[in-house]
């Protein structure tokens, strides 16, 4: 951290007050965000449910290849469908981000007979589409007795386990990125690994990570609209049975795109600036 | 080990559904190239408007799923500006297309904006016109920066051709399900994992193709920067006009 003398430097002491280190809860930047995505997290998890039946009221005119009255009518179901694509993003992504971390160590791991499973896992996932993988997992569910899941929580498992292997990859750069100056310091202060781990190495790794992860939260929350094949009730669900009702493809499908970057690019905007952020802190 | 091979007819069936998948990814590669270089040369324009576009398509194409897109484009689009549904395999290739030109072009950008600026400056001491700075200084060394991002895109493409399959197209995906389907009707393997495991391999074999692919132009490009006698002396055999010695 740069001390107040280089903070004041060439300004005047008004503009730039001086603020000591402070832990992270002490800022209002950083606590702020945290405690809107926490709301945002509960909203979703809480009251969120997942109704398949997406009725609509009005039937759009014959004659026209796009019918605003009908495309406004839409909108509250398709709000509904982007609020269950949410919730699954959210939710099969925080498996991601710590099933990634577990990856990342075991791949990271000083014995081969550990380390070779998990780099062959890691690229055996990476590069197979997540179409295929849901197909299978829905295959799986349906043919064993023993396990038995909801649509939804398929779509959660199969999109955790595959950004699961794409973020412990973020993690091991991130790991890497470390220099190695610190674990030897850990070594000479005779830390053990607990303490090394959790005191010296992931609070330097994981700030390099937190904008590699943000992508790949973007990256889910593209993805996510393919559980519709596995029946979730999502946005694409919601345009495929709109089309199948009512016969109308063009309104659904554009209020469908429409929706989708409405969260999307104010999502990628805020994982930029907290690049920028964090890059400001770095240096 | 037989347990988990097919019947020969399933695999044809598998053989004609890769076709069609490397169709679709040639088509959609080529559009995508095009695409990321032209809008990511576009984003680095003099022209307010010129990158004002550019930056407009990339955030739209970046922003949106690739599988809504597919949608929009290849059953929206046709009908909303009363064309007739050109052929499925082109209208998923644009739709990818489209897709992978957003992502290339920010690779384009920031690649070219990594070349050092001294490049630029000695192309406009040499007189080179914008069009002869950027084919024959900037785009060959921002080449060597540009190939690694691209293939790992070129993969993500691949994986994304499995989307076609829900527009209705044959690929791998679409006869993996019709090979599940019939082994469904006639029970000759209850256990329909075998059928998936096949199809991905398919993708992972086809994934490490594009890979090797890929590190095969990267390593002919790194040639040509290490001072290889063959390609020098081709170019200095004939006189080049204009040049004084």
Request: hydrophobic residues 50%.
């Amino acid at each position: 951290m740069s001390t107040p003398q280089t903070l004041t430097a060439g300004r005047s002491a008004q503009e730039v007050p001086y603020r000591p280190h402070r832990a992270w809860y002490r800022r209002l930047d950083v606590l702020v965000p945290i405690a809107l995505i926490a709301l945002g997290y509960l909203f979703l998890i809480v009251a969120v449910e997942e109704r398949s039946f997406f009725r609509t009221r009005l039937t759009a005119k014959g004659g026209e290849n796009f019918d605003w009255m009908y495309f406004w009518h839409l909108v509250p179901l398709m709000w509904q469908g982007l609020q269950v694509l949410a919730k699954a993003t959210v939710l099969g992504f925080t498996l991601a981000a710590v099933l990634g971390f577990l990856l990342a160590l075991g791949r990271r791991s000083a014995r081969r007979a550990i380390r070779w499973p998990f780099a062959a896992f890691i690229e055996f996932i990476r590069s197979t589409p997540l179409l295929v993988q849901l197909f299978f997992a829905q295959a799986f569910v349906r043919a064993s007795d023993t396990v038995s899941l909801s649509p939804i929580n398929i779509l959660v498992l199969v999109l955790g386990v595959h950004y699961a292997t794409y973020c412990s990859e973020g993690y091991r750069a991130g790991i890497n990125s470390v220099p190695p100056g610190q674990w030897e310091a850990a070594t000479a202060l005779n830390l053990g690994p607990v303490t090394t781990w959790t005191r010296v190495i992931i609070p330097q790794a994981v700030p390099n990570v937190l904008p590699a992860l943000g992508n790949y939260l973007v990256a889910a929350f593209k993805d996510a609209p393919l559980g519709y094949i596995v029946a979730v009730p999502e946005l694409l669900f919601f345009a495929n049975t709109v089309r199948g009702n009512d016969f109308r493809p063009t309104e659904p499908y554009i209020l469908a795109g429409i929706g989708f970057l409405l969260v999307s690019i104010p999502a990628a905007w805020a994982v930029r600036r907290l690049e920028r952020k964090i890059a400001y802190e770095r240096t | 080990m037989d347990s988990w091979l097919l019947a020969p007819h399933q695999y044809e069936l598998l053989a004609d559904g890769a076709w069609i998948t490397i169709q679709i990814l040639v088509y959609a590669f080529i559009l995508g190239v095009l695409l990321s270089l032209a809008v990511g040369v576009a984003r680095l324009s003099d022209r307010q408007w010129v990158r004002g576009l550019a930056f407009g398509y990339v955030e739209i194409a970046r922003g949106i799923s690739s599988i809504i897109l597919l949608f929009i484009i290849a059953i929206a689009v046709p009908i909303l500006f009363d064309v007739n549904q050109a052929s499925l395999v082109v209208l998923g290739s644009v739709a990818l297309g489209l897709n992978m030109g957003g992502y290339g072009a920010e690779i384009v950008r920031g690649s070219i904006q990594a070349i050092p600026r001294g490049q630029t400056e000695a192309s406009i001491a040499l007189n080179l016109s914008p069009t002869q700075r950027l084919r024959h200084v900037v785009l060959p060394q921002a080449m060597r920066i540009i190939l690694p991002p691209m293939g790992n895109l070129t993969i993500e493409i691949l994986k994304g051709t499995a989307l076609v399959s829900l527009i209705g197209l044959t690929d791998i995906m679409a006869a993996t399900r019709t090979i599940r389907n019939q082994r469904l009707v006639d029970a000759s393997g209850a256990d329909v994992t075998v059928v998936f495991v096949n199809a991905l391999v398919i993708y992972f074999v086809l994934a490490q193709i594009i890979n090797g692919l890929f590190r095969l132009a990267e390593w002919r490009l790194e040639k040509r920067y290490q001072g290889g006698e063959a390609e020098v002396e081709a170019a200095t055999r004939e006189p080049i006009p204009g040049l004084t010695k």
